[in-house]
Every structure is written in C-alpha cells, then in structure tokens.
C-alpha cells in the first residue's frame, strides 16, 4: 500500500486546522503543531505500525526549526513515499479580523506585541517555506470551499503537473496563490444581456454567447498555447503544480466559462481541477 503525506503549514487564523480536519474526514491519520525536527522520524513510527495516510500541521511555533521543512519533505520522497506540501496564505487584514472574531490571542503573542507585528513576525519566519508547495490563499474562502480545495487536492497524480484554472473577479481582489493571472475583460460581457445577466459561463446560453465570440475564441486560443509552451519548463524544474488564474470583472460568466474549457482541453495530457472562486 502506498504512503500517502500531507504536510501542512501556513499563517495563524489562514485556515490550518479546518484542513487538517478534512484530511481526517477523509481518512487520514492528523497531528496538529507536529515540531519539525521530529516530524520525519515520528511519521516513519506511524507508517512502521500501519498506518499508511497521515496529514500533520507544522507551524511558526517551531520557531527557526521551520526551516528544516524543505529538507523534511525532499527525505520523505526519498522513501518513495507519496509526500505533498500545502502552505495556506490571507490577507493581514483577514487574518486580523479573524483574531478579532474568535477573541483568540495570536500564537506568536508575548503580551507586548500587536497582532499585526505578530503576523508581520509570522510571515518573516515562515517566508523561506511559502512557495515550495501547493499555496492557497484563504482570503476569500469560506471554511466549506477550503474543505472541498482539499479534498481535491488528495487527487493529484505525485508525478504528474497538475493545472489549477481558478476563474475570479477583479472586483473582489486577485487571487494571491495564482502562478499566472490573465485579465479577460476585454471579451464582450454576457452581463449586458438582461437574459445572460443571471446566468453562469457554465450555463448554455452564456456558453453559446461566448462559443460565438472571436475574441473569447482568440483569448482562449491564446491561452491554451501559452500554457503548453511553458508546461515543459515548469515540470522540468519539478513543479508538482500550476495555478493559473483567470479574471473577469465579476467572476461569473467569462473567467468561468474559460477556466472550464480550459480545464477540458488539458485534462488528456495533465491532472487538472477547476475552481470557481465567485461561485462557491
């Protein structure tokens, strides 16, 4: 049977601890504020006694230890051990209004520091660890999308590139975990049609609008090759994956419909998943 590890690690309030738990809702063994310079040698004792999917969080209270965590992850996958990174990421003022709501006091807090110099804190600490994994900003995701992102990303192939098209709306910040972000609102707008307006790009006749569209075909076309003239690159630098973000002023009918074909049009060659920031 395989070894499946997840490792998990992020800013204080981002959402750790409601990952961790749809981990082991899925299934997984979970351990939360795993100090990382025992993590390698106590996931090895939970594998050696049977247990073969374990999800674990490690964070800012390992202190400089948290630097060790790139080291950690490569001695996993030397055992041929299915090990996957995630590092979850908000906004300062989320973050802070997320202190604010639970009265919880921030980890990394003395009595003397603010919130904001924690988490100023925080991020210097962990800054050498954020971009080695899957990172997801949680700025604008509630709890029940985070959950479903998780779940979807047990699916990832370990030795595959997997391509996130993620479709969001200007109007409401740009997503901080993309890779790439391509702005779509040159393309005609299916909102200016009354009958559009309430509709979705997964809708037939918002589909049908922009099928029909030359310059939502160019886009798109554009796009695609894009992607498959950099896709080689990436998995050459042994990226295990690529969010690619596409943005419409709203978030419901372009960026939709494009991050859905494209998700159709690369999901024979790659692992793909689609996420649809504004509708969830």
């Not at 309030?13 to 749809?22: E, F, I, M, P």
């Not at 964070?59 to 001695?75: F, M, V, Y």
């Not at 973000?245 to 793909?272: E, M, P, W």
Request: hydrophobic share 40%; charged share 25%.
């Amino acid at each position: 049977m395989n070894n499946h590890i997840i490792l998990i690690s992020g800013l204080s309030g981002s959402g750790k601890t409601v990952a961790l738990r749809a981990l082991e809702d899925s299934g997984f063994f979970s351990m939360d504020n795993l100090p990382v310079p025992f993590a390698l040698e106590i996931i090895s004792r939970l594998i050696a006694r049977g247990e073969h999917k374990i999800a674990v969080t490690l964070d800012a209270r390992s202190g400089e230890d948290i630097t060790q965590l790139p080291l950690t992850l490569s001695k996993l996958k030397e055992n041929n051990w299915q090990a996957h990174f995630i590092f979850l990421d908000a906004s300062d003022n989320d973050l802070i209004r997320r202190f604010s709501e639970t009265r919880r006091p921030h980890p990394l807090s003395d009595g003397t520091l603010s919130i904001l110099e924690c988490i100023s804190t925080e991020r210097e600490l962990l800054s050498g660890i954020s971009d080695i994994g899957y990172r997801i900003d949680t700025t604008q995701i509630t709890p029940n999308a985070l959950r479903s992102r998780i779940k979807n990303y047990l699916n990832i192939d370990n030795n595959q590139l997997t391509l996130f098209f993620e479709s969001f709306g200007f109007k409401h910040g740009i997503p901080q975990d993309a890779d790439f972000v391509f702005d779509v609102r040159c393309i005609p707008n299916p909102f200016y049609d009354p009958k559009l307006r309430p509709q979705t790009g997964q809708d037939k006749d918002v589909i049908d609008f922009l099928e029909n569209d030359l310059l939502a075909q160019k886009m798109f076309s554009d796009i695609s090759h894009f992607i498959h003239n950099w896709t080689h690159a990436f998995i050459k630098d042994n990226r295990s994956t690529l969010t690619i973000a596409i943005g419409c002023t709203g978030g419901q009918h372009r960026s939709v419909y494009l991050a859905d074909k494209l998700k159709n049009h690369f999901k024979t060659n790659f692992s793909v998943q689609v996420i649809h920031r504004e509708l969830t």
